[in-house]
């Protein structure tokens, strides 16, 4: 089993940042890809960022050329930079584990305008 912890999450004016973090445990081994998705209240889940195990990323049309989704792989933690937010970003960011699919509880960021 993978377990996920988010953390970093938080109230932002219109054009600031933020920096999430994911922080994975258990049988990390078998994770070949790591992304974060986001839902907004009455909305469906979206993917927004995708990382893989050599490094190769992607991004959802919304967030590229504001959001920058990393890794530390001595630290078994997963980055997401947030950067010129707006408030359609706001949302419960979730990171996901593929390969040993699983999800964390997520974390709440709210942009204001």
């Known amino acids: 089993q993978v377990q996920l912890v988010e953390s970093g999450g938080g109230l932002v004016q219109a054009g600031g940042s933020l920096r999430l973090s994911c922080a994975a445990s258990?049988?990390?081994?078998?994770?070949?890809?790591m992304s974060w998705y986001r839902q907004a209240p009455g909305k469906q889940r979206e993917w927004v960022a995708r990382?893989?195990?050599?490094?190769?990323?992607n991004y959802a049309d919304s967030v590229k050329g504001r959001f920058t989704i990393s890794r530390d792989n001595a630290k078994n933690t997963v980055y997401l930079q947030m950067d010129s937010l707006k408030p359609e970003d706001t949302a419960v960011y979730y990171c996901?584990?593929?390969?040993?699919?699983?999800w964390g509880k997520g974390t709440q960021v709210t942009v204001s305008s």
């Open positions: 996901k584990s593929f390969g040993r699919d699983s």
């Open positions: 990382i893989t195990s050599i490094g190769a990323t």
């Open positions: 258990g049988t990390i081994a078998s994770i070949t890809a």
